[in-house]
């Protein structure tokens, strides 16, 4: 079996892909901190973390992205 993948900015994940989020799903995310968009990218994977995806984050901030 495979798993489809696609790139996505973190305003377009919420209309459609985080509908196909289940427990597990990898998730892999780039979250700069000098990033626009960064507190909507943290949002996002607050949101990933709750449907239990499988993060894998990479990031510059020195702190925790989500607290488990």
């Known amino acids: 079996s495979h798993i489809p993948a696609g ?5 377009k994940i919420k209309h459609g892909p985080f509908s196909l989020v289940r ?13 626009p968009g960064y507190d909507q990218i ?3 994977l607050e949101e990933l973390h709750a449907k239990e995806a499988s ?4 990031t510059d901030d020195g702190l925790a992205l989500i607290h488990i």
Do not use: C, E, K, M
């Open 23 to 35: 427990r597990s799903l990898p998730v892999i995310a780039v979250a700069r901190r000098s990033d």
């Open 7 to 11: 790139g996505f900015t973190a305003s």
């Open 55 to 58: 993060l894998v984050v990479i």
């Open 42 to 44: 943290r949002a996002n």
